[in-house]
């Protein structure tokens, strides 16, 4: 008997099937394997015919069950809904939503609208919105990663600070998450909207590199050939001097590695709304 009977018999077995044998065999239409024919005869002598094409059978499960990528997909996205922080004022805008009054606004609210419709297929695939406060770049930048997102893109939104505070939470006890991980999600994500980067608070008393600088340098390294978002009030004197003439100046390089520079100029709006 082949193991495909066997297999049959054993399972008809199981289910206390009695009265089972093998009356032929058949070619099975979808992958031309041979099939046996069993025929069993229930307790009320009525006979039946069993021919089902295991391998056909096994198959199709496999055809049900994720693929390896589809569930490395799932876990970044889980990743960026869980540990996203995205501030009330701006969660839920969109781009069109957004009031230009200037001509630097208008320029970013236009380069944010074609690189979504434009994702993956532009000449850079980054963004750099920089300005001072209160010009709508978070906004914007959140809008852009949204949309993306309903688009079936994992995307993700946090402030350096924010991130730098999910960091340091691995450094404690019964912690849900590690670093390792934390930069590995960070890594795999289709789209990083990095906001506010200079814009953490840090302790440091001279000019040599802090730890805040060499966390914000490792997401930068990681993201310098991906597709990212980053938002900031600083230039890049001001960044230096912020994270030191070393690791300021890599972490300006990376950021600026195949992205579009957008300067913007206004009102502080949130001085208006005080």
């Given at each position: 008997?082949?193991?495909?009977?066997?297999?049959?018999?054993?399972?008809?077995?199981?289910?206390?099937?009695?009265?089972?044998?093998q009356?032929?065999?058949?070619?099975?239409?979808?992958?031309?394997?041979?099939?046996?024919?069993?025929?069993?005869?229930?307790?009320?002598?009525?006979?039946?015919?069993?021919?089902?094409?295991?391998?056909?059978?096994?198959?199709?499960?496999?055809?049900?069950?994720?693929?390896?990528?589809?569930?490395?997909?799932?876990?970044?996205?889980g990743?960026?809904?869980?540990?996203?922080?995205?501030?009330?004022?701006?969660?839920?805008?969109?781009?069109s939503?957004?009031?230009?009054?200037?001509?630097?606004?208008r320029?970013?609210?236009?380069?944010?609208?074609?690189?979504?419709?434009?994702?993956?297929?532009?000449?850079?695939?980054?963004?750099?919105?920089?300005?001072?406060?209160?010009?709508?770049?978070s906004?914007?930048?959140?809008?852009?990663?949204?949309?993306?997102?309903?688009?079936?893109?994992?995307?993700?939104?946090?402030?350096?600070?924010?991130?730098?505070?999910?960091?340091?939470?691995?450094?404690?006890?019964?912690?849900?998450?590690?670093?390792?991980?934390?930069?590995?999600?960070?890594?795999?994500?289709?789209?990083?909207?990095?906001?506010?980067?200079?814009?953490?608070?840090?302790?440091?008393?001279?000019?040599?590199?802090?730890?805040?600088?060499?966390?914000?340098?490792?997401?930068?390294?990681?993201?310098?050939?991906?597709?990212?978002?980053?938002?900031?009030?600083?230039?890049?004197?001001?960044?230096?001097?912020?994270?030191?003439?070393?690791?300021?100046?890599?972490?300006?390089?990376?950021?600026?590695?195949?992205?579009?520079?957008?300067?913007?100029?206004?009102?502080?709006?949130?001085?208006?709304?005080f």
């Amino acid at each position: 008997m082949n193991s495909a009977a066997e297999a049959m018999r054993n399972n008809m077995t199981r289910l206390n099937l009695k009265g089972i044998k093998q009356i032929g065999t058949r070619t099975c239409e979808t992958c031309e394997k041979q099939i046996p024919i069993m025929q069993r005869i229930d307790a009320d002598g009525e006979v039946h015919e069993v021919s089902d094409c295991l391998n056909c059978q096994t198959n199709e499960i496999r055809k049900s069950l994720p693929k390896i990528e589809d569930l490395e997909t799932r876990k970044v996205a889980g990743f960026s809904t869980r540990y996203e922080r995205v501030p009330s004022k701006i969660r839920g805008k969109t781009v069109s939503e957004y009031k230009a009054e200037t001509e630097t606004e208008r320029n970013m609210r236009m380069a944010v609208a074609e690189y979504i419709r434009d994702f993956g297929k532009t000449e850079h695939h980054s963004l750099i919105l920089k300005g001072s406060m209160g010009l709508g770049k978070s906004h914007l930048a959140y809008a852009t990663g949204a949309a993306l997102r309903r688009n079936g893109y994992a995307t993700m939104f946090i402030s350096s600070d924010d991130l730098l505070r999910l960091i340091k939470s691995t450094y404690q006890d019964n912690k849900g998450i590690d670093e390792i991980t934390i930069f590995s999600m960070i890594e795999k994500l289709d789209l990083l909207v990095f906001d506010e980067i200079g814009a953490e608070y840090h302790n440091r008393k001279d000019d040599h590199e802090t730890w805040a600088s060499e966390q914000i340098l490792k997401v930068v390294e990681l993201r310098e050939d991906k597709p990212t978002i980053f938002t900031t009030n600083y230039g890049s004197e001001e960044m230096e001097r912020k994270y030191g003439a070393i690791q300021g100046g890599r972490i300006i390089s990376r950021m600026m590695s195949g992205a579009k520079s957008i300067k913007v100029e206004g009102r502080d709006r949130r001085i208006q709304e005080f």
